[in-house]
C-alpha cells in the first residue's frame, strides 16, 4: 500500500518569502508522486508530478519538487511567495499502472503582506 | 477542449435518504474516479470507472455506487444518506485507466442533515 504524510498542517509565509511544504511518501514499489493545489471552493489542480525521470521536477507557478528515495521524501518549494500562492496543498502518491490517487492530509498556507 | 463538470455544485439531503451527483469527463477522456474529501481532509479514492466497467474501489461501502455510460460521463449514488457522508465529492478524469495525470472538477458540496 501507499501512503503519504504531510509534516505540518498550516504554514505561513511572508510574502517574498520561501515556501517550502514537506511531504514523505511510504511505498513497496518506485512510486509516482504529485503536488495539488485546491483554492477555496475549488477542485484540484495539478502543480507538478514525479514519474520516475529527473528527480527535480519543474511544475506551474514557479513551484518545484525534489524527489528524493533516501529519504523517502518529496518536497515542494517555491523561491519567493505571492498573495495567490495562499491555498491549500497535497502530496499524492500512486504506482504505475496504479489506478487510484492517495492523498495527505494538505497543508494550508498563508501568505502574509 | 471542455474540462471536468459537477453537478450540482451543492445540495443538502436529508439522512436516509438517496442521492445521484453528475460527473462529464474532459473530451477524449475514457476514465472516471470518484473521490470524498471530508472537511479538513484530503481526498478519498471512492471508485474509478474505465470504458463503463468498474475498475478499482476504494474502502467505502456498497450503499456508494456509480455508473459510467458510453460518453464516459459518470454517476455516484449514494444510498441511506449518513450524517458522515457530508463532504466534497471530487470527479477526475484520465486519458487512459492508469494516466499519472487526472483532471478534477470543481466537486459536489453534499451536505446531510
Known amino acids: 500500500a501507499q501512503s503519504v504524510t504531510q509534516l505540518g498542517s498550516h504554514v505561513s509565509v511572508s510574502e517574498g518569502a520561501l515556501v517550502l511544504l514537506r511531504c514523505n511518501y511510504s511505498?513497496?514499489?518506485?512510486?509516482?508522486l504529485f503536488w495539488y493545489v485546491q483554492y477555496p471552493n475549488q477542485g484540484l489542480q495539478l502543480l507538478l508530478k514525479?514519474?520516475?525521470?529527473?528527480?527535480l521536477v519543474k511544475g506551474i507557478n514557479g513551484f518545484e519538487a525534489e524527489f528524493k528515495k533516501s529519504e523517502t521524501s518529496f518536497h515542494l518549494t517555491k523561491p519567493s511567495a505571492h498573495m495567490s500562492d495562499a491555498a491549500e496543498y497535497f502530496c499524492?502518491?500512486?504506482?504505475?499502472?496504479?489506478?487510484?490517487?492517495?492523498f495527505g492530509a494538505g497543508t494550508t498556507v498563508t501568505v502574509r503582506a | 477542449e471542455t474540462g471536468v463538470t459537477q453537478s450540482p455544485t451543492h445540495l443538502i439531503k436529508t439522512r436516509g435518504q438517496q442521492v445521484t451527483l453528475r460527473c462529464s469527463s474532459q473530451?477524449?477522456?475514457?476514465?472516471v474516479s470518484w473521490y470524498q474529501q471530508a472537511l479538513g481532509q484530503g481526498p478519498q479514492f471512492i471508485f474509478q470507472?474505465?470504458?463503463?466497467?468498474?475498475?478499482g474501489r476504494g474502502n467505502f461501502p456498497p450503499r456508494f455506487s456509480g455508473l459510467q455510460f458510453p460518453n464516459y460521463s459518470s454517476e455516484l449514488n449514494v444510498n441511506a444518506l449518513e450524517l458522515d457522508d457530508s463532504a466534497l465529492y471530487l470527479c477526475?478524469?484520465?486519458?487512459?485507466?492508469?494516466?499519472?495525470?487526472?483532471?478534477f472538477g470543481q466537486g459536489t458540496r453534499l451536505t446531510v442533515v
Open positions: 511505498s513497496s514499489v518506485p512510486p509516482y
Open positions: 473530451s477524449g477522456h475514457n476514465t
Open positions: 514525479y514519474t520516475s525521470a529527473a528527480t
Open positions: 470507472y474505465y470504458r463503463e466497467e468498474e475498475n
Open positions: 499524492a502518491v500512486s504506482v504505475p499502472s496504479g489506478y487510484k490517487l492517495s
Open positions: 477526475a478524469s484520465s486519458l487512459y485507466r492508469s494516466d499519472t495525470e487526472a483532471f
